[in-house]
């Protein structure tokens, strides 16, 4: 199946730095969604983005609907230990974000100490 | 956000045998039901969509006779995997979602280890 193209594949950073992590598409989505994963559990969503060109905040997370559609960021500022885990971008077609989804190749945060 | 549960959490079973994993939604009820497959180091692969009361609609390479999803009430679905072979040793997680709403949310996944 289809999968998005995020970059990088893993982050090593240390606590209180800023990460960048960007997810690319061929097609156009009319949703994305930004989710996290803990080892052994579901994915938790972080940001939701309904709207080209959509930038939204969510504490220390801020994410970006590109304007073409067919991309978006996630930043995270001030990095603390909690943040370690993998982050998966995914898209829709649906406005809503209510159908199913293409989830991105993922990025692999850790933190060193 | 929703509340949903996936029993069992983890699973070993033997070759040849069946496994039953379900999915509710406690808090919402589900007009229809994503179930994802996720190999490990990798990301979520859609297997198949289903709405409450109707035939499952399968994923390009996902076997229906092998996966079988009933989805016969608004908070619950289950996944079966039958004859399940090592190959299809993963985590599967459901993700239960009501028309109209907004964004999907995620059941804690199952973990299926074939021997």
Redesign the interface.
């Known amino acids: 199946?289809q999968?998005l193209n995020q970059s990088p594949q893993s982050m090593f950073i240390q606590e209180g730095e800023d990460v960048s992590m960007n997810c690319t598409s061929s097609s156009i989505f009319n949703t994305w969604?930004w989710?996290k994963q803990d080892p052994?559990?579901?994915?938790?969503?972080l940001i939701?983005l309904?709207k080209a060109g959509e930038l939204t905040s969510n504490g220390r997370l801020t994410a970006q609907f590109g304007i073409t559609r067919k991309d978006s960021f996630l930043n995270i500022s001030a990095s603390i230990p909690s943040d370690v885990g993998i982050y998966?971008c995914a898209g829709?077609l649906s406005n809503?974000?209510?159908e199913?989804?293409?989830?991105?190749?993922?990025t692999r945060l850790t933190i060193i100490p | 956000?929703a509340v949903?549960s996936?029993h069992p959490s983890w699973v070993i079973c033997k070759s040849g045998t069946s496994v039953k994993i379900e999915c509710r939604s406690l808090d919402f009820q589900a007009t229809?039901m994503?179930w994802y497959r996720q190999f490990p180091k990798?990301?979520?692969?859609?297997m198949a969509?289903s709405n409450e009361g109707s035939k499952a609609t399968y994923?390009?390479?996902v076997e229906k006779d092998k996966f079988l999803i009933n989805h016969a009430s608004l908070t619950l679905s289950t996944l079966t995997v039958t004859s399940a072979h090592p190959e299809d040793s993963s985590?599967y997680?459901c993700?239960p979602?009501?028309?109209?709403?907004?964004?999907?949310?995620?059941?804690?996944?199952t973990?299926l280890l074939v021997l």
């Open positions: 199946g999968q969604l989710y052994g559990e579901g994915p938790v969503l939701a309904y998966f829709t809503f974000g209510n199913k989804l293409t989830f991105g190749t993922g | 956000g949903v996936q229809t994503f990798q990301s979520l692969m859609l969509t994923e390009q390479g985590f997680i993700s979602q009501v028309t109209g709403r907004e964004t999907q949310y995620f059941g804690p996944g973990r």
